[in-house]
Nanobody, 115 residues
Framework: QVQLVESGGGLVQPGGSLRLSCAAS????????IGWYRQAPGKQRELVAR???????NYADSVKGRFTISRDNAKNAVALQMNSLKPEDTAVYYC?????????WGKGSLVTVSS
């Protein structure tokens, strides 16, 4: 059974940093496309960052230069380092992987950026 578990969210002041982690069980993250998405209140879920099977990262324009996605193969996890956070980054952040034609999602981790 595939499970994704996000962690690392919380409350941070504008300009601060957080590091999210997505740990997987039931599958190996190695050589798979993995994505981080977010959903703010009243808005649609949007792609934040993705790392391809050959480790090429892509970012939404809104987070370029501030967020970094990376793999930790030893822990079978994918991290999202978020720096220079802004109030508009407030959202629930979800990890996503496509496996055998099916999308898998974690339950999400809430990030709140507020003074």
């Amino acid at each position: 059974q595939v499970q994704l578990v996000e962690s690392g969210g919380g409350l941070v002041q504008p300009g601060g940093s957080l590091r999210l982690s997505c740990a997987a069980s039931g599958l190996t993250f190695t050589r798979r496309d993995i994505g981080w998405y977010r959903q703010a209140p009243g808005k649609q879920r949007e792609l934040v960052a993705r790392v391809s099977s050959n480790d090429v990262p892509n970012y939404a324009d809104s987070v370029k230069g501030r967020f970094t996605i990376s793999r930790d193969n030893a822990k079978n996890a994918v991290a999202l380092q978020m720096n220079s956070l802004k109030p508009e980054d407030t959202a629930v952040y979800y990890c996503n992987v496509l496996l055998h034609g099916k999308d898998y999602w974690g339950k999400g981790s809430l990030v709140t950026v507020s003074s």
